[in-house]
């Protein structure tokens, strides 16, 4: 008999859809089988030069020691300045922890300032892990559903409906993952005109892809005034400098939150790792050329894909401002067959499009938008084209 004495806390957890997902494709890629991955949300460009030159100097030096909590020094005022140069906002080292990916850093801010009783607001589509980390703080999440047809972002009366007196947080995520959708000046100002009423509430605001962004302007909501002192910034070097395995995130926050961070931080991993911190201080501090480069492959990508997919009957689409996900609905596809084979939901039909057309993606469910499914962009023009015409010929056999 198989002992399981796992926790509640666990128990109460789903996996992630996204590394499943792609943990499956990589099974049949094993297996031979020529698989293009849409499912993954990372860029598929290399960590430019000079960010490796500076990690491979790091070892170099000797940089193999325990680093402080919440980061070295040097790297906590080189984010403070990327912080005052893009943003206009003012930071001391003090209030900025640098964590194991901005994924840790989300999570330390959730675990600091959410418990029992609490409550998290989530406009939906949602990144996968919030709802799950919401969970191990033992708050609740209360997700707010926003559709297609608002491009994907919550209004000011939908925030002001969902606000109670247990109101704790609310999570923003823009650019967004998974829908690529970003908040305009104007949009923020609402937002922040229903959040004025109601002094309690934190603001964990995503940046993660600050840079990855098609209208020219990246606006964060902790500019506005009164905001930065309630509002934890979320940003890191993963999406913007193609850096996702070396795991370097921040939070850079009101001092209460970033000490708050640093004593969980410093209980449970202590500072991330002392070579990726010397890359990423590199990564800020360096040139930027190599951002704006990236950031252009991706439009190009994303007008490509966008026009490919928009040809395939039965997907709505809107063309994303950020990021690199397309985000369709597919519910047209439900009630369908093949064969024996039905598709009830977009896990149905994600799982139909890899094992019949050799294409990895995500079911919307697992962003909280069951009747979506996202593809992920961030591969070569070659794969884009060969994975929109696979998707399309294994739709058509569904009747």
Request: hydrophobic share 40%.
């Amino acid at each position: 008999m198989e002992m399981n004495q796992l926790s509640d806390r666990l128990n109460r957890l789903s996996p992630s859809e996204t590394l499943a997902m792609s943990q499956k494709s990589n099974e049949l890629k094993a297996a031979g089988i020529d698989v293009i991955n849409l499912s993954v949300g990372e860029p598929d460009f290399f960590t430019p030069e000079h960010i490796k030159a500076a990690a491979k100097e790091a070892i170099d030096n000797n940089f193999s020691f325990y680093s402080p909590v919440p980061g070295y020094m040097s790297l906590r005022k080189a984010i403070a300045g990327k912080l005052q140069r893009e943003n206009g906002l003012t930071y001391q080292p003090e209030q900025i922890v640098c964590g194991n990916g901005a994924k840790q850093a989300v999570c330390n801010v959730l675990l600091c300032v959410a418990g029992p009783g609490d409550e998290v607001i989530i406009p939906a589509p949602c990144w996968v892990s919030y709802v799950e980390m919401v969970k191990l703080a033992e708050a609740k999440s209360v997700i707010v559903t926003t559709g297609i047809e608002q491009d994907f972002k919550i209004t000011p009366e939908q925030l002001e409906a969902a606000i109670t007196p247990a109101t704790k947080v609310l999570m923003l995520c823009s650019p967004s993952n998974p829908t690529g959708s970003v908040y305009t000046e104007e949009e923020l100002a609402g937002l922040v005109k229903v959040l004025e009423k109601h002094p309690q509430i934190i603001v964990i605001s995503d940046e993660i892809y600050e840079h990855i962004n098609y209208i020219g302007k990246h606006h964060s909501i902790a500019s506005f005034p009164g905001m930065q002192e309630r509002t934890a910034i979320i940003n890191g070097v993963s999406k913007a400098y193609a850096m996702t395995g070396w795991r370097l995130g921040f939070v850079a926050a009101p001092l209460w939150i970033a000490k708050a961070c640093n004593k969980l931080q410093g209980q449970y991993t202590s500072g991330p790792s002392s070579i990726a911190q010397k890359a990423a201080e590199a990564a800020f501090d360096g040139d930027q050329t190599c951002v704006e480069e990236m950031r252009k492959a991706f439009e190009r990508r994303r007008d490509l894909m966008t026009g490919l997919l928009k040809e395939i009957p039965g997907f709505e689409l809107n063309t994303p401002s950020g990021a690199f996900y397309l985000f369709p609905k597919c519910s047209y596809y439900f009630g369908k067959k093949y064969g024996d084979r039905v598709i009830n939901n977009a896990a149905d039909l994600a799982m139909f499009l890899l094992e019949e057309g050799h294409v990895a993606s995500v079911n919307g469910a697992a962003f909280c938008a069951p009747e979506y499914i996202r593809f992920s962009y961030a591969t070569s023009d070659e794969n884009l084209v060969e994975a929109a015409r696979r998707i399309k010929e294994t739709l058509a056999k569904l009747a």
